[in-house]
């Protein structure tokens, strides 16, 4: 099953399953959606279910909160998580505080959903991962899926979540396809909320990702097992909650951490991981923390250069 496969059956039912659920988003009804994830929804539900909104971010999120408010659970779909800063005000002062501010009595069930991070070749302002920025805010949830698995479950997770979500896909990981067992087709399957996976198990060092990154990860873990080094590969999957637990289970383990995102390193998840282990596991570190992320510089749109600012892998020439 393909990503955008997994998300699309999600949407399909969770719609099915709950008549409060509906969709909004630019081109996400008569377009099929800008990257199909919402092909063959409008014919399914009709437009009172499937939104197709003018190109203003700030006015239709502002009206899914407000929705949300009112019992529904709306799915806003951003064309790309960079337009989210035009609604950035919406998403953290009306949705993700109302609860505390209203003593628990106003819920807002509501998921903001689009592909995040570098995709290739579209610049700056197209190319910013969000997971730190979002992963700031309490009242947040942030999710971050790689597989076909973490797709489906954690979509499904996600809407009947009564908090506000944040859903960070990738625009290249949407053709990938994944393997998948019998029991993620089941309707009723979903993944935990705040739970990392253990994607390959190791003994020698640990490897932290999430979204796209968690590929290479899986790939850098394969290289250095033809050099003897046995890498365990942590699929995050959730950012805000951290699965703090699972990570430093890990690092007590292998003793070695190295933290891998696309995004900026200056505050990032990477630093969030690192502070969690010398909170809890320092006296097990053999060596210093590694952090691996994107360069501290605007995207450039030059391909060369765009390769050169987020993580390869490179193989190592041997002596």
Known sequence: MTVREALNSA??????????????GEEVGEYQGAYKITKGLLDKYGPD????????EAGFTGIGVGAAYQGLRPVVEFMTFNFSMQAIDHIINSAAKSNYMSAGQISVPIVFRGPNGAAAGVGAQHSQCYAAWYAHVPGLKVLTPYSAEDARGLLKAAIRDPDPVVFLENELLYGESFPIKAEVL???FSVPIGKAKIEREGKDVTITAFSKMVGYALQAAEILSK????AEVINLRSIRPLDRAAINASVRKTNRLVTVEEGFPQHG???????SVVEDSFEYLDAPVER????DVPMPYAANLERLAVPQILLRKSA
């Open 11 to 24: 949407l399909d039912e969770e719609m099915s399953a709950d008549p409060s659920v509906f969709l909004m």
């Open 49 to 56: 279910r499937v939104l197709d909104t003018p190109i203003t």
């Open 186 to 188: 089941d309707s009723s």
């Open 227 to 230: 050099e003897g080094i046995s």
């Open 269 to 275: 998840v990477g630093a969030e991981i690192c502070m």
């Open 292 to 295: 691996i992320a994107g360069a």
